[in-house]
T-cell receptor, first 111, second 112 residues
Framework: GQQVMQIPQYQHVQEGEDFTTYCNSSTTLSNIQWYKQRPGGHPVFLIQLVKSGEVKKQKRLTFQFGEAKKNSSLHITATQTTDVGTYFCADFSGGYNKLIFGAGTRLAVHP | DAGVTQSPTHLIKTRGQQVTLRCSPKSGHDTVSWYQQALGQGPQFIFQYYEEEERQRGNFPDRFSGHQFPNYSSELNVNALLLGDSALYLC???????????FGQGTRLTVV
């Protein structure tokens, strides 16, 4: 079935450094969504990308959808301790309103 | 607006027992999906309810069943609990298909 792979599994950065997580699929992704889950919390929606080559920005966060719609990335500029958490990509390729999640990238930020 | 609410927040059960988890979707949302999230993993889709019927199902055994009520709230039932069923169970609702999913805070189930 549809699989969404995320790398890296874990990244540890110093506060102020940049961070990028990548989401890849062997098949064409439908609509890619990104979620953030704080430690002990639940996934919270960040953004949805729909179009090939789409780029969206939210303050220090930049989201990209690949031209072939087989990959996506989330880049955080100048990380802060508030960015700590696990970032998941998820795709609707599993079916109508059915999200297939990647395993997530856990971000640790040291002050 | 209370958002998606789930109960209970934590639960400890013994192997072989049965458990029922509850979810109320965000106001105005009529579709409820359930996910299982094992420690260190991404959420895995269990099933989805719309108009009181199971519309889609993930790769979970028949021990996992559910229900949706006329007020759109939903229950997840798990029979014959196994140690491997220990996980965070998340409920999500959305306003329209394939749009932002709103997750509840989850129910942490521990099977001993």
């Amino acid at each position: 079935g549809q699989q969404v792979m995320q790398i890296p599994q874990y990244q540890h950065v110093q506060e102020g450094e940049d961070f990028t997580t990548y989401c890849n699929s062997s098949t064409t992704l439908s609509n890619i969504q990104w979620y953030k889950q704080r430690p002990g919390g639940h996934p919270v929606f960040l953004i949805q990308l729909v179009k090939s080559g789409e780029v969206k920005k939210q303050k220090r966060l930049t989201f990209q959808f690949g031209e072939a719609k087989k990959n996506s990335s989330l880049h955080i500029t100048a990380t802060q301790t508030t960015d700590v958490g696990t970032y998941f990509c998820a795709d609707f390729s599993g079916g109508y309103n059915k999200l297939i999640f990647g395993a997530g990238t856990r971000l640790a930020v040291h002050p | 607006d209370a958002g998606v609410t789930q109960s209970p927040t934590h639960l400890i059960k013994t192997r072989g027992q049965q458990v029922t988890l509850r979810c109320s979707p965000k106001s105005g949302h009529d579709t409820v999906s359930w996910y299982q999230q094992a420690l260190g993993q991404g959420p895995q889709f269990i099933f989805q309810y719309y108009e009181e019927e199971e519309r889609q199902r993930g790769n979970f055994p028949d021990r996992f069943s559910g229900h949706q009520f006329p007020n759109y709230s939903s229950e997840l039932n798990v029979n014959a609990l196994l140690l491997g069923d220990s996980a965070l169970y998340l409920c999500a609702s959305s306003l329209a298909p394939n749009t932002e999913a709103f997750f509840g805070q989850g129910t942490r189930l521990t099977v001993v």
